[in-house]
């Protein structure tokens, strides 16, 4: 989501105008920046879309009219403003009030662990019940990272601040450590080995789906087995080598360019399919959230503003999906068609029309070839859903997938 957005208009007195706009979250308030647009160069006008607007600092060229809004408010623009395209101010309010409530979490979570730091500071000696409030405050994080409540900078942030009132506990904790670290390296070597024996298997197996299926079995035992972080990672590393080489594998089965094309396409609508299923899926699942009646006012303002976002990003996919349709039909049907004027060149039919009638006579007759059917266009497929902490290849959506915390040891 962007923090700033510039969009044409008229003003009260029905003359255009240019306006930058900016929601401030410290602040809890959207700044607009008016321009009267007679007598604005071009140049400016496109430096505030492609400079201004990505978040770097102008000179203005006339003072513009500053009004400011809080964040909060029923409508973002004033009456008195217009904008020429409503429907996507409209679209961006439902985003940064999502934003905003989001804002709101962060901080009401920021206080609670600035409150065990404080009761940290004031022990002498470790804390089970610190370290429980703290890991329960960990999986509030989390759960909200999974839900989208929280942003990936905010959770991240929250996680180093909880990381390091555990690594202040573990200083206090005596004992347990080392043996568990010993555990984890032994399961580290017993991992190393059924990887090694794998990707000896890749060398000699063409099978692709099927060392995929063994892979991510693999991969899902590492994934829930007790191992230190160094320890998870280094095996994590190993694990993406595998799928590299197994895509290799897979991307050397397609020769021709317009089959490429064909599969990236293809790859691409189940994608963005998979990612329409996500949002219809979150939706019920935040639906459910704001039935369920136990959760607060804040809460259900957010959850109910998600579905709003989430249905105006599965109508543009939707969108998207069928351009992307109309496109596959397209290609399949040139892809038949050139295979069959590779068929009707080499047909035996066609020089057997092209000899003398005499000839013809004389010659032993030809079966014509046949030509193959043009292909049905393919119905988008769904993708199956990958967890955002496997590695790259099981990733099945760019803007959708959290990386997996790292689990207080």
Do not use: C
Not at 87 to 99: A, D, F, H, M, P
Not at 100 to 117: G, P
Not at 146 to 171: T, V
Not at 330 to 338: C, F, G, P, T
């Amino acid at each position: 989501m962007i923090n700033r957005h510039v969009f044409t208009g008229r003003n009260e007195a029905d003359l255009p105008i240019l306006v930058g706009m900016e929601l401030q979250l410290s602040q809890k308030q959207v700044e607009l920046l008016v321009f009267p647009r007679e007598g604005l160069s071009e140049d400016f006008v496109k430096s505030m879309h492609e400079v201004w607007e990505k978040g770097q600092n102008l000179e203005w060229p006339i003072e513009p009219q500053q009004i400011i809004r809080p964040a909060g408010e029923e409508h973002l623009l004033p009456l008195e403003i217009k904008a020429d395209r409503p429907e996507i101010i409209s679209r961006l309010q439902n985003e940064w009030t999502l934003k905003l409530l989001s804002y709101k979490l962060y901080e009401s979570i920021n206080e609670e662990i600035s409150a065990l730091q404080q009761k940290l500071e004031s022990l002498g000696d470790y804390s089970q019940e610190l370290w429980d409030k703290a890991k329960q405050t960990w999986d509030q994080v989390g759960n909200h990272a999974q839900d989208f409540n929280l942003s990936k900078n905010h959770a991240s942030e929250l996680r180093d601040r909880i990381n390091k009132l555990f690594e202040q506990l573990k200083k206090q904790r005596e004992g347990g450590q080392a043996e568990f670290e010993k555990a984890s390296a032994s399961l580290k070597q017993t991992y190393e080995q059924h990887l090694a024996s794998f990707q000896d298997k890749l060398k000699e197996n063409h099978r692709v789906n099927e060392l995929f299926d063994q892979l991510k079995n693999l991969q899902k035992e590492i994934k829930d087995a007790r191992l230190t972080h160094r320890d998870r990672r280094s095996l994590w590393k190993a694990l993406d080598d595998s799928y590299a080489f197994l895509k290799n594998q897979k991307e050397n089965l397609f020769q021709s360019h317009l089959g490429n094309r064909i599969k990236g396409l293809e790859d691409a609508m189940k994608k963005i399919q998979s990612s329409i299923d996500r949002d219809r899926g979150n939706m019920d699942f935040e639906g459910r959230k704001i039935l369920d009646g136990r959760i607060g006012q804040l809460e259900h303002q957010l959850r109910a503003t998600r579905i709003k976002v989430m249905e105006d990003r599965i109508k543009s996919k939707e969108e998207k999906l069928s351009d992307m349709y109309r496109t596959l039909q397209s290609l399949k049907k040139k892809e038949a068609q050139q295979r069959k004027k590779h068929e009707e060149s080499a047909s035996p039919a066609q020089v057997e029309d092209a000899k003398p009638e005499a000839l013809k006579a004389q010659a032993a007759p030809v079966q014509k070839a046949e030509v193959a059917k043009p292909a049905e266009p393919a119905e988008p497929a769904k993708a199956p859903e990958a967890e955002s902490s496997e590695p790259a290849e099981l990733q099945e959506d760019e803007n959708s997938a959290e990386q997996k915390p790292k689990t207080p040891e």
